[in-house]
């Protein structure tokens, strides 16, 4: 039953993701801004949260989760960002690669590499669909690699090859982030490094890459998404700028949905 409010068919609920993402305390921070303190922001995992919008969509069902572009959900469903007038999801977002400090000297081919490592939206795009798609991460980013030769190139050219020194990059299994990381550790095997991937919460990888434990990470939301973080360890680590451009964050509901704003979600 109920009254049929947008909050009521929602049943006051947000779909959420992993405690630690940042998306995640920008959304506690925007149910304080619009007075939204009758929802529940539900934690869960990248994976449960397309699956519940799935699960909606096909139903057409009211579903409000914490989305982010770039993601394999807009291609696949009709989805619209909420307006959100007081900014608390901040303007356009660029993802950042991260080293740990010394790696320029123990491992400078692999940090020259990730220095220079750049891509668009629509190369992540190509892998994350794969994988939604049933690919194999690992056999995504290869046929990327092996597909985007001339790119990648901008990247390795001129770089000393190694011969099976030990490197790990630690992710947290956002599909953005299994996308690049997957696609950077291949390049970086094919020069001749032995890659270990580290999956982990987010808070996790950035204390990796900034003790040391981890030698990278192309998985720095900024400025806002990871501020915190950012700010927390900003003395621990060689930030090596953006790969990747138009990122963006905030709450996103199916376009069959009657609202357009944050604000609505109070009607
Ligand atoms: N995300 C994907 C992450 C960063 C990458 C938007 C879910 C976050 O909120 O921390």
Known sequence: GGDGSVGDQLNYT????DAGAGIMAATEEAIEAYG?????LQTSSSAAMTAALAAAYENEEPIVVTGWTPHWKFAKYDLKYLEDPQGIFGESEVIHTIARLGLDEDHPSAFEVLDNF??????MGEIMIAVNEGADPEDAASEWVANNQEKVSEWTNGVAPVDGDKLTLALVAWDSEIASTHMIGKVLEDIGYDV??????????WTAVAT???DAIVAAW??????????DYKEDFIDLGVNLEGAGIGLVVPTYMD???IEDLNN
């Open 259 to 261: 609202i357009d704003s």
């Open 212 to 214: 040391g434990s981890a």
């Open 36 to 40: 939204l303190e009758d929802y529940t």
């Open 222 to 231: 900024l400025p806002g998404t990871h501020a915190a973080y950012y700010e």
């Open 118 to 123: 750049y891509w668009e939206q629509a190369d």
């Open 14 to 17: 947000i779909t959420g993701i």
């Open 196 to 205: 270990e991937l580290l999956s982990l919460e987010a808070a996790g990888m």
